[in-house]
């Protein structure tokens, strides 16, 4: 059983800076790939990005590619979502997830646990 609970989001300017934080209960967190998803109003739940289980290997969407940055510290059980260069179309409730696939996912099915998000809005 894990326990996910995200931090971080709140209201920033466009062109701004975000860090976003999970941090997971339990002592396996190593034994768990890493995700970011993002949903916005009316919209479907998408991936942002993944990160595996060692954090040796790292997977993100197109959209954020090259802004955002995930990043995991297995000692303190904590993922991270390191978002720049923030526009309108990044705001969205901020979801981080659990997978026990080993070197990290894009699909929202295989991901077993989900913390409950964070929201992120970007003013112009």
């Known amino acids: 059983q894990v326990q996910l609970v995200e931090s971080g989001g709140g209201l920033v300017q466009v062109g701004g800076s975000l860090r976003l934080s999970c941090t997971a209960s339990?002592?396996?967190?190593?034994?768990?790939?890493m995700g970011w998803f993002r949903q916005a109003p009316g919209k479907d739940r998408d991936f942002v990005a993944t990160?595996?289980?060692?954090?040796?290997?790292?997977y993100y969407a197109d959209s954020v590619r090259g802004r955002f940055t995930i990043s995991r510290d297995n000692a303190e059980n904590t993922v991270y979502l390191r978002m720049g260069s923030l526009n309108p179309e990044d705001a969205a409730v901020y979801y981080c997830?659990?997978?026990?696939?080993?070197?990290?996912?894009?699909?929202?099915?295989?991901?077993?646990?989900w913390g409950q998000g964070t929201q992120v809005t970007v003013s112009s």
């Open positions: 997830a659990a997978s026990t696939h080993a070197y990290g996912t894009i699909y929202p099915h295989e991901y077993g646990y």
């Open positions: 990160i595996s289980r060692s954090g040796g290997r790292t």
């Open positions: 339990g002592r396996t967190f190593s034994s768990y790939a």
